[in-house]
């Protein structure tokens, strides 16, 4: 029984490769003419180009380009160029099968695990990555889960021959999963309320210590560079204000966010207010009642990673749109955001479609489109380098028949860091097997 099972696993981890080839190294320029461009960062430009080399853009604008020498041209008549979509949370590269454990590197076995990177666990053969890719999301942060500090995220591209390769960065923040703040009332809850109070209770005092920990830990280290160090508290120390430990080199100058997952109003209200008291980065991730928290999110610049615009409402005495209207309630109260799917990895690719569903109930286009490209890159930390048509950014964009965000728009051309990338994938390839039969019986042409 052991080895059929050992076997079975065996081929289900080959079966699930990606065969697809890695695209090389940009060689020379590239040059879309007469598209119509996508900065997000300023207005559409009308019958305009591109240029792009060594990976990054060098020339955006209207009218005629004046290309380098050399440079490859594409006739962009009639298509549009947008930034590469950023999907900011999702377990992408970590997650295979979700039927197959040994497939599913997201959760570290302990509660406490901030030493964890997930781009070290990244699958750079997954098969979800052409999957995702072929529909426009070129870039992804992949978040470790499970532990109420499960480990820190990482920002990776989707396309390179190794997981070193596709990371752009490896410590994008720390993931903390915030308590639930009330007891649950459902028949399958088996927790009596007492019992889930009290776990409640610990849980909070639990994130209370770790951050007390890593204040005397980084103080005992600015103190005495030589005391013994600990990679644990070396990452939590991280995410302290800098005058905390801007002596000590058991962190690096940059304040690393943390990435809360809080969902409920007293668990987003509680986890902001934690933060500010401790001077602490925070982004709320899930944000479920974020709109009800509108003011305080605004009045402390949190940001909020929205992961439930198909969620069903909670109650049924809310609006039947509760949570397909948060996103634009959110940009109406000036509350930065970005739109996530947080959804099983292997349908990351409609992540441009809950963008267009919260358009649908009265966010934006202009905004829609911001929040899957510049709003992630600018909250993620990498707003210098992605997210926009911007010169010296990366080139990483998409050149398509339309809007990305309405399901008739077809992805026809990809770059990531200005490498043009295969767009096929297995369900394309199987697209094309099962044509050809029809092909065969005269069915169709």
């Known amino acids: 029984m052991a080895a059929i099972v050992a076997l079975a696993s065996i081929a289900c981890g080959a079966s699930a490769q990606d065969l697809t080839h890695k695209a090389p190294p940009q060689k020379g320029a590239i040059c879309v003419t007469n598209a ?14 591109i240029v792009f080399a060594d990976g990054r853009i060098t020339d955006v604008g209207r009218g005629s380009a004046s290309p380098p020498a050399g440079a490859t041209l594409i006739d962009g008549t009639g ?3 947008y930034p590469g ?7 992408l590269g970590l997650s295979e099968l979700q039927a197959i454990r040994q497939s599913l590197d997201f959760n570290e076995a302990g509660d406490f695990t901030p030493e964890v990177v997930a781009a070290t666990a990244v699958n750079p053969d997954s098969t979800l990555l052409p999957v995702t890719r072929s529909n426009g999301i070129l870039t992804v942060c992949t978040m470790p889960s499970g532990g109420q500090v499960a480990g820190q995220a990482s920002i990776i591209q989707l396309d390179g021959w190794t997981n070193d390769e596709m990371t752009i960065e490896a410590r994008a923040g720390l993931c903390v999963s915030w308590p639930q703040s009330r007891a649950i009332n459902a028949w399958w809850m088996r927790q009596s309320k007492e019992d889930q109070e009290r776990e409640i209770k610990r849980a909070r005092e639990r994130i209370d210590e770790v951050f007390q920990v890593a204040k005397s830990y980084a103080a005992g280290r600015a103190a005495d560079p030589n005391a013994p160090r600990d990679l644990r508290w070396d990452v939590v120390a991280m995410t302290l204000p800098p005058a905390t430990t801007d002596v000590t080199n ?3 100058t940059k304040q690393m966010p943390l990435f809360v997952s809080a969902n409920d109003y007293d668990q987003i209200s509680a986890a902001v207010n934690f933060c500010v008291e401790r001077k602490l980065k925070c982004v709320i991730v899930g944000g479920r009642d974020a709109a009800a928290c ?9 940001p909020v990673l929205v992961t439930n615009v198909f969620a069903l409402p909670r109650r049924e005495d809310v609006d039947y749109n509760e949570n397909y209207a948060t996103p634009a309630k959110l ?13 099983d990895t292997a349908h990351e690719r409609n992540l441009p479609y809950h963008a267009a569903m919260a358009v649908a109930h009265g966010l934006p286009l202009e905004a829609a489109e911001k929040a899957v490209t510049l709003a992630p890159a600018e909250i993620l930390g990498v707003g210098d380098r992605l997210g926009s048509l911007d010169q010296g950014k990366l080139a990483t964009l998409i050149v398509t028949n339309g809007s990305p965000l309405e399901v008739t728009t077809k992805i026809e051309m990809a770059f990531v860091s200005g490498k043009q990338i295969d767009l096929s994938n297995k369900q394309t390839k199987l697209h094309e097997k099962y044509r050809e039969r029809y092909k065969q019986q005269g069915d169709i042409k």
Request: proline share 4%; charged share 20%; net charge positive.
């Open 331 to 343: 940009h109406a109260a000036g509350v930065r955001f970005a739109i996530a799917t947080n959804d």
């Open 36 to 49: 119509t461009i996508h900065p997000i960062s300023g207005p559409v430009i009308e019958r305009g180009f």
């Open 85 to 91: 979509l950023i999907g900011s949370v999702t377990h």
């Open 250 to 252: 058991s962190r690096a």
């Open 79 to 81: 298509k549009h160029v």
């Open 294 to 302: 509108a003011d305080l999110l605004k009045k402390h610049d949190v």
